[in-house]
């Protein structure tokens, strides 16, 4: 028994070795905090918060990739809109010569951030008269932001041949006179996109 314990005391550091130790740490990391800092990470860092922080950092960097994705993809919608006709009131058209209906029209629209144009007054309607008279791709009819859908009368007809509760629907078109016309939302057509108090 006494054997043993002569060995444990042999074996065990004395408190005068530990403290001696930790003296000689402490010295160290207020020598150079950011060891003290990597080596407190290492020592109480589980693998699942490594993890994290990993794609914190990653989070983090996409981030900032995105805002300056963001920052040219303004600027590249500044050009394009560059040959965009800009009318008193702030607002800009575009005649699109490319044929398509009119849903495909409002969508193409949209993702130069506008819409089919839409006349509410008669000076409206001269500007785009104008510019579609200005136009160099003979556009002839174009569509507009004018969408109509009626239903057939109740009161029966001396024939008809229609299927009860025959919906009549439609799109609005502009021609070079200014003058409307409602054609199939379905037919491939030019169209006029107008974007509302461009800065």
């Given at each position: 028994?006494?054997?043993?314990?002569?060995?444990?005391l042999?074996?065990?550091?004395?408190?005068?070795?530990?403290d001696?130790?930790?003296a000689s740490r402490?010295?160290?990391?207020?020598?150079?905090?950011?060891?003290?800092?990597?080596?407190?990470?290492?020592?109480?860092?589980?693998?699942?918060?490594?993890?994290?922080?990993?794609?914190?950092?990653?989070?983090?960097?996409?981030t900032?990739?995105?805002?300056?994705?963001?920052?040219?993809?303004?600027?590249?919608?500044?050009?394009?809109?560059?040959?965009?006709?800009?009318?008193?009131?702030?607002?800009?058209?575009?005649?699109?010569?490319?044929?398509?209906?009119?849903?495909?029209?409002?969508?193409?629209?949209?993702?130069?951030?506008?819409?089919?144009?839409?006349?509410?007054?008669?000076?409206?309607?001269?500007?785009?008269?104008?510019?579609?008279?200005?136009?160099?791709?003979?556009?002839?009819?174009?569509?507009?932001?004018?969408?109509?859908?009626?239903?057939?009368?109740?009161?029966?007809?001396?024939?008809?041949?229609?299927?009860?509760?025959?919906?009549?629907?439609?799109?609005?078109?502009?021609?070079?006179?200014?003058?409307?016309?409602?054609?199939?939302?379905?037919?491939?057509?030019?169209?006029?996109?107008?974007?509302?108090?461009?800065?």
């Open positions: 028994m006494r054997l043993c314990s002569l060995i444990l042999f074996i065990l550091p004395t408190n005068h070795q530990i001696a130790q930790f402490d010295f160290l990391y207020q020598q150079n905090p950011q060891i003290r800092s990597d080596y407190y990470l290492a020592e109480t860092q589980d693998p699942v918060d490594a993890r994290f922080r990993v794609l914190e950092s990653q989070v983090q960097a996409l900032k990739r995105v805002t300056t994705l963001e920052v040219q993809l303004r600027d590249l919608q500044l050009a394009v809109h560059d040959d965009w006709t800009k009318t008193d009131s702030g607002s800009k058209y575009k005649i699109f010569d490319t044929q398509k209906n009119w849903d495909e029209a409002m969508s193409t629209c949209k993702s130069y951030n506008a819409h089919l144009a839409m006349i509410n007054n008669e000076d409206k309607n001269n500007f785009l008269r104008e510019l579609m008279r200005n136009t160099t791709n003979n556009v002839d009819f174009a569509w507009i932001g004018m969408r109509t859908r009626a239903e057939m009368a109740s009161q029966p007809a001396i024939y008809s041949n229609f299927e009860s509760n025959t919906q009549v629907s439609g799109c609005a078109v502009i021609d070079r006179s200014g003058i409307w016309a409602i054609r199939s939302c379905t037919q491939l057509r030019p169209f006029v996109c107008q974007q509302v108090n461009v800065v």
